[in-house]
């Protein structure tokens, strides 16, 4: 049998041979794997599944990390297996070592010089295990989990390039008006900015705050360079209110129909994400 479960290097370049976006998406539980994987097999396209280092006192790396990588090895489509927002790096060590076919260490709120040295040394360990490495330039706002809200700055794109050449980094997060979490308004995304740091460095880059941004700002941000977009809030509140929707009225909730439902709301709002990513209208 062919083991699905690949690097996100291996999908970034698909991704740029076809001009598409791969679609990340942040799982936290059997549910949310089993719908993404459903989605991705259902359409025939491959995507990452990825759990931030903030989720990990929720889910734990020890449980998920060994399904979401039986969830690829057992897929019919690719399936990169990714840690998202390292922010120890012995916590990265341990993805590697459960065997993630890629790492992101978030040093974005580090100063230049310490965040490159710190990507540096993660994109050195990684490269014992053959796995890819995304670091993040510039603040992307909001937060991921209920950590402190950060104000957005911009990814400099001069930053972007010695960033690049210094770390050696497979994938670089921008930062340019996207922020995690729900916006309250649709936010101006800076593709000025954008198209400044895909002309300078020739990475893949990648969008986080997927969530609440519009079907056209995604499918520009590709036309720009764009290669892998984060999806979690969208996913995380699908799955709540499918699982509201469910309970509501019922006198007794059924676990296995609540279970049910739970992977339906991720499967639907997966599936609605890697449509518009790998334009199939
Ligand atoms: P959202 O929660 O806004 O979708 O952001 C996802 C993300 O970027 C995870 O790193």
Do not use: W
Not at 96 to 105: A, D, I, N, W, Y
Not at 175 to 204: C, K, M, T, W
């Amino acid at each position: 049998m062919v083991l699905a479960l690949v690097t996100m290097k291996k999908l970034l370049d698909y991704a740029e041979e076809k001009n598409i976006a791969v679609g990340a998406f942040s799982v936290g539980n059997m549910e949310m794997v089993m719908g993404a994987v459903k989605a991705a097999e259902e359409l025939g396209t491959p995507i990452i599944l990825q759990i931030a280092e903030v989720r990990l006192k929720n889910s734990p790396l020890e449980l998920m990390g060994p399904m979401m990588l039986a969830a690829a090895k057992n897929s019919s489509v690719d399936i990169a297996v990714h840690l998202d927002h390292g922010l120890k790096f012995e916590t990265v060590r341990k993805a590697l070592e459960l065997g993630f076919t890629s790492v992101m260490f978030d040093g974005s709120l580090l100063p230049l010089e310490e965040n490159i040295e710190q990507v540096h040394a993660v994109v050195a360990e990684a490269y014992k295990y053959g796995a890819t490495v995304e670091a993040e330039l510039g603040v992307v706002g909001g937060n991921e989990g209920e950590g402190k809200k950060h104000e957005i700055l911009c990814t400099r794109p001069e930053d972007a390039v010695t960033f690049c050449r210094e770390t050696g980094v497979d994938a670089l997060a921008v930062a340019i008006g996207n922020a995690h979490g729900n916006y309250p308004v649709l936010p101006e995304l800076r593709f000025d900015v954008l198209e400044q740091i895909h002309s300078a460095v020739d990475v893949p880059l990648v969008l986080h705050g997927g969530t609440g941004i519009s079907d056209e700002q995604f499918r520009h941000s590709i036309k720009l360079g764009v290669r892998k977009i984060n999806i979690a809030t969208a996913s995380f509140d699908r799955l709540a209110l499918f699982a509201k929707q469910y309970c509501d009225g019922k006198e007794k909730a059924n676990y296995f129909e609540l279970s049910a439902a739970e992977v339906q709301g991720v499967y639907e709002n997966v599936k609605r994400h890697i449509k518009v990513f790998s334009f199939i209208d």
